[in-house]
């Protein structure tokens, strides 16, 4: 692979955004955010009465959709006839109509295919829930983030955002296309009780030892 991408993983309110984020800018790496791609998706559909439930309606507005990547201040955004729809993917409508968009087994086709062309853009801090088991496997980078259900689900209150965490994660790992789960070799964070700049660190400080060992590894 020509450039490094970093992979977050992690269930929802594991504090992926933050992290992945941080580390981009403190890297100067590219940041993506994969969630957001499923929320555009999801968006689509509801604008489009499009039900999410139904496998193949989904996939019929896949094919259509005009749908493609741009890069604005090293982050990824994903435009729909060239428009970036940052707030809307963000409703409540949104965030529970986006797990069953995501269990669809073309959906994530189209993702896995969409998300390896951001390579493009160059080294990646890429977030999401399969990025480290399907998206990229072949990275060295992968990390797995986690916290308690009660701290997490206060960490989405805080933000004024109410929606059941513990059926989304359940969804989430319990579908048979790419399910939520640690990568094999992940380095994995427990961040409860940390500051976001606290597990932020501990990544960093992984990959600069990944990194050792890669160029130690080379000169043997
Ligand atoms: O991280 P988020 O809450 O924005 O993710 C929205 C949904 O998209 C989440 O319920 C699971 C799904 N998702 C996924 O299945 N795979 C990814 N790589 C990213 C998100």
Not at 37 to 42: G, I, Q, S, V
Not at 94 to 120: L, N
Not at 128 to 140: L, Q, V
């Amino acid at each position: 692979m020509k450039h490094i991408v970093i992979a977050i993983d992690g269930p929802s309110a594991s504090g992926k955004s933050t992290n992945a984020r941080m580390v981009a800018a403190l890297l100067n790496y590219v940041y993506v955010d994969t969630g957001a791609m499923f929320r555009t998706l999801a968006w689509h559909c509801l604008q489009n009465r499009v039900d999410v439930h139904d496998a193949k309606a989904v996939a019929g507005l896949l094919r259509k959709w005009k749908a493609r990547l741009d890069c604005v201040e090293g982050k990824v955004r994903l435009l729909v006839d060239g428009y970036y729809p940052e707030k809307e993917i963000r409703t409540a409508e949104t965030s529970a109509a986006v797990a069953h968009v995501a269990a669809i087994p073309k959906v994530r086709d189209w993702m896995k295919k969409t998300q390896r062309e951001c390579i493009q853009f160059g080294n990646l801090v890429m977030e999401g829930r399969d990025i480290g088991t399907h998206i990229f496997p072949e990275t060295d980078f992968k990390f797995w983030l986690d916290a308690p259900l009660h701290e997490r689900a206060g960490r989405r209150q805080a933000e004024g955002v109410h929606e059941n965490l513990a059926a989304r994660d359940e969804r989430d790992s319990q579908r048979a296309a790419a399910p939520l789960m640690p990568a094999l070799g992940a380095h994995k964070i427990n961040n409860s009780g940390m500051t976001p700049e606290q597990s932020a660190n501990l990544i960093i400080t992984e990959v600069h030892r990944r990194l050792e060992h890669r160029k130690t590894a080379r000169h043997k």
